[in-house]
């Protein structure tokens, strides 16, 4: 029954009158707002006009909340967990409250006590940083410049490694090959395209035909098919081409660390997605996770990025016959310091396990509950690696999802648990490490793969 009201002497059906009587009630609560001088009106908009206008005062009044919090306290963002897990983030909050202490207003701490916030990098970090995205921005200009001679649609596209940003040492003649990574919808159509318009740039594997290219790519490996030696507006380069969906499970899930690996590394975006950037802060957070697994109580800035950055060579085969340079890792970490530390600054201080105590210095909550808390945020992938490598060392884990309270439990009280988390790492890492780089035979063919194989031997040779 539609019930009819009179306003102004026009009849209003019961919706209309409701829509009208809540816009009345809006423009006067604004009204009422601005006579007493307050910022903040807490009611729900259905007039388009008046939602923007509540939108803009909801701003100023965040703002200004945000303003008197920050003169009371360090504001934290969020960390990112499941609706199941908010009961073991607030115990984890409480246990690290109860276990670290607050700063003397001089800002240096001993050990047990705390820097408020996350320190700001010294006066040369700073200069350094700026260094380095100004030469960033040179690089994304002529990296643009590349992508555009593509025709295939690109959704998401950054580089990464040595030939975007420098590494401990490379001298300053060293221009090695650029490294990127295109993600695409359909990898099947993309090939298609990128063969009519590039053939060259592909082994043998070209012509057997797009089906054949994007079925080696999905099947084998870490889903990446790789074209190297590809010179484009005189710049040499490496892409791969991944698919969406696949890199951006292995982000959010540690399907092979092949690409999440890499990206938990400093990587130059060319080319921006929503999802994907809400994978990589995923992605970014799993790994300093996973890094605190494998450290003690205390340790360095220094130390930190290293277990991070050592992530994705853990299990790689070429690091052992050769093919990598053995101080890679301590080479990428000590160029790059102020890009790590801008890279994961606010993801730090959304940890509520983890602090600063002192310039360079951190320490962590090692309570069971915390940490066992922790481990139930990381992907499933490295949970089951890691459960598979505690009963190797004699821990009694039953079996089941709903064990998993438990068994997080007891394996974060191992004594060795930083030696099983590291091998946990390498079972992730190894098979698709391994079979990726068997792949590039057939993908850049047989000359192309013994020049990448001779250049990576001369970097191990000169490190020695």
Known sequence: MNVLFVRGGKTLSAGTAKRVGAVSQIR?????????????????????????????????????????????QTVRPPAIHNGAQNIDETRTEKSSAAGLKKTPSDGQASVGETLKGTPSLT?????????????QDEIKDELNGVLKQFMAPIRYAFAYGSGVYKQAGYGAASKPMVDLIFAVSHPDHWHALNISQNRSHYSMMGALGSNAVSYVQERMGAGVYYNPYVEINGIVIKYGVVSMDTLSSDLLNWDTLYLAGRMHKPTLTLRRDPLMRISKQVNLTHAIRAALLMLPKNFSSQELFEAIASISFAGD??????????????????????????????????????????????QQDM?????????????????????????????????????????????????????????????????????????????????KSIAYMRAKNEKYSKSK
């Open 317 to 362: 085969f070429r690091m052992k016959i050769g093919g990598e340079n053995p101080r890679k890792v301590q080479n990428i970490v000590e160029a790059q310091m102020p890009l790590f530390k801008s890279r994961y600054r606010s993801i730090i201080e959304g940890l509520p396990n983890l602090e600063y105590i002192g310039q360079d210095l951190l």
């Open 367 to 447: 309570g069971p509950a915390a940490r066992a808390a922790m481990l139930r945020k990381m992907p499933n992938n490295f949970y089951d690696q890691l459960v598979k490598q505690g009963r190797k060392s004699g821990a009694k884990l039953p079996p089941g999802f709903g064990a998993e309270t438990v068994n997080t439990e007891r394996l974060v009280t191992m004594p060795n648990i930083s030696t099983i988390s590291h091998k946990a790492v390498e079972k992730i890492v190894a098979w698709p490490a391994f079979t990726q780089s068997a792949k590039g035979i057939l993908t850049s063919g047989v000359s």
């Open 28 to 72: 006067w609560e604004s009204k009422v707002a601005a006579e007493n001088g307050a910022e903040k009106i807490n009611v729900r908009a259905t007039n388009e006009s008046d939602a923007a206008t509540l939108l803009l005062m909801r701003k100023r009044d965040a703002q200004l909340n945000v303003e008197a919090i920050n003169d009371r």
């Open 123 to 135: 006066t040369e970090e700073e200069a350094k940083l700026q260094e380095m995205r100004t030469v």
